[in-house]
């Protein structure tokens, strides 16, 4: 990181929950490292924190995955964070130490969200094109 700027977290019950004013927060301990993840639920922008230092920033937009790489001390440091499912907004953070999973978070922001049915979805595109022809063939027989 080019700047050394430290930050406050607090984990409080606000940060606890996804919201979008607070995005996503993950929270981890490994070997005495506090190691924070912060997702922007607005911009993709990506940050992680060890002992309230940034130490990686990355803006995923587009993908499902992003990788984040660093090190503290002589342990090499990789996060994996996920959306794992795009319709409930539900992402997985994994971080690995020295290639090893120590540990394993996923937040949602509808978490109690229920699967679409494909037939809801079916009589949706139904429905929306017999209104769509019937308001067309209304029009045009006025302006005919």
Do not use: C
């Amino acid at each position: 990181m080019k700047d050394n700027q430290t930050i406050n977290i607090n984990r409080d019950a606000a940060m606890s929950q996804v919201s979008m004013k607070n995005g996503y927060w993950f929270y981890f301990d490994h070997q005495g490292n506090d190691i924070s993840m912060h997702g922007s639920a607005w911009s993709g922008k990506e940050t992680m924190y060890v002992n309230n230092h940034p130490v990686s920033i990355k803006h995923k937009l587009f993908g499902r995955l992003s990788q984040h790489y660093f090190t503290v001390g002589e342990i090499q440091y990789r996060a994996e964070v996920y959306l794992a499912k795009f319709a409930t907004g539900e992402v997985q953070v994994s971080l690995y130490a020295n290639d090893v999973l120590v540990a394993k978070e996923s937040k949602a922001y509808l978490p109690n969200a229920k699967k679409t049915s494909i037939w809801v979805i079916i009589l949706a595109a139904l429905l929306g094109a017999v209104v769509g022809y019937s308001s067309v063939s209304l029009i045009m027989k006025f302006w005919a």
